[in-house]
């Protein structure tokens, strides 16, 4: 015979933990937390994008004032790095606080509560096992 044999637990490890828990009391939360997560990369992904199209508009805004300022170049340029670091932080401030009223208003768990939820579900696994 040249089939490879797989155990019960080896199976459980291939599939996504969705699939573990298809048809089970656990499930909906599951799928939930789940899209929670996937809700959180995504508004992380969406504020890094934004950040960076507006670092880039920035940047030109600068290259524009560069070309068109009068004076020293090195007090031109002081004052473009310092308007473009000030713009920087207030982005950086809008961005933080953002993504702080999301994980306020999403139902993410914490590492303790997802450890606390994973022996639960040791027990019952163990006592379906049984």
Excluded: W
């Amino acid at each position: 015979m040249t089939g490879t044999k797989k155990t019960r637990k080896a199976e459980l490890q291939a599939k996504s933990i969705v699939d573990r828990f298809e048809g089970t009391i656990v499930e909906q939360p599951i799928i939930i937390a789940n899209k929670a997560f996937l809700a959180g990369l995504g508004f992380a992904s969406q504020v890094q994008s934004d950040f960076d199209a507006k670092f880039e508009e920035l940047a030109k805004e600068g290259e524009k004032v560069r070309k068109q300022g009068r004076g020293s170049f090195d007090s031109l340029s002081d004052r473009v790095f310092k308007e473009i670091e000030a713009r920087r932080k207030e982005v950086t401030k809008r961005a933080e606080s953002a993504v702080k009223t999301v994980l306020e208003h999403t139902p993410v768990a914490t590492t303790n509560e997802l450890k606390k939820l994973d022996r639960k579900l040791d027990k019952v696994l163990a006592e379906i096992a049984k």
